[in-house]
């Protein structure tokens, strides 16, 4: 495989990572630290905001995400091994507004 396949085929697991219920409450829990009132709902929304917004990114933009969000890719035959970032997910959720910082919230 080439190295731009590689890095395809990572970016197309992320953005189906980034849907999974696991995640989602990983990456809620982490976010709660910075913003106790976030909702579940809201940081699945927020993440399900950066995949068509993905396409839109200058490719310096996406290595960022991707930077912040992955810890490490093993590639093998089997497949590709995915560690991702709980923090950087978090992060993440704040840049795609689900949290605004300092902002106060209304009680839903």
């Known amino acids: 495989m080439s190295a731009a396949e590689i890095e395809a085929a ?29 909702t579940e709902t ?13 396409g839109e990114l200058f490719p310096a933009e996406q290595a960022r995400i991707m930077r912040a969000i992955v810890e490490r890719v093993v ?5 590709a091994d995915i560690r991702l970032r709980v923090e950087g997910l978090s992060g993440l ?3 795609l507004g689900a949290v605004a910082p300092g902002a106060e919230r209304a009680a839903t």
Request: aromatic share 4%.
């Open 10 to 38: 990572v970016v197309n697991q992320i953005r189906a990572l980034l849907r999974q219920p696991e995640i989602v409450v990983g990456t809620w829990l982490a976010a709660r630290a910075e913003a106790p009132e976030l």
């Open 42 to 54: 809201e940081v699945r929304a927020a993440l399900e905001r950066l995949d068509p917004l993905w």
């Open 75 to 79: 590639v093998g035959p089997g497949g």
């Open 93 to 95: 959720v704040r840049d």
